[in-house]
């Protein structure tokens, strides 16, 4: 997937060079596209600390530090399991900021998930969270839902950004 010309991509880098923060990403519905994205930003190792993909509930346990007891009880998508996966990025990437994704971008059925959603965590390194949850489109491939989350997710992150910039 091609971001280079995604305007919200070319926005969040410049503020993020000149602020110098830094960002730290864990994924998981998006499956590594977040940390593609922010890759093809121009000047992205100015700002880009790197990120984990962390697809099931033991690594999220494992890398992350999420209780597993609650993630089994939502099977690790929910706000909370979000919130504690950025955090837990910022710190271990030494970044200013951490960004987490968990959800689902497909339905999966079998588990009685009948829609695409995911919820989203802004962890700011003075202690500030934000957090959302986001729809997908049940009626578009896996790949597609993870494209629009990713875009939102970059979006979103660039209008808290241009809240607080300092944050």
Known sequence: MDFSEFKPLQKLANI????????????????GLMQNALSQATDSMSF???GLTVYNIGQKAKQLHVNPIEAESCNAVSKSIAEKMAKEVAQMFNSEIGVAITGYAREVTEQGIDSCYAYVAFYFKEGQMVSKRI??????L??????????????YLLTELKK???E
């Open 135 to 140: 729809k997908g489109d049940s009626e578009l």
């Open 142 to 155: 896996q790949n597609e839902d993870q494209t629009i989350y990713t875009r939102k997710v970059l979006e």
């Open 164 to 166: 607080n910039p300092k």
């Open 16 to 31: 993020m060079i000149s602020y110098g923060l830094s960002v730290a990403v864990a994924e998981s519905c998006t499956a």
């Open 48 to 50: 880009f600390q790197g």
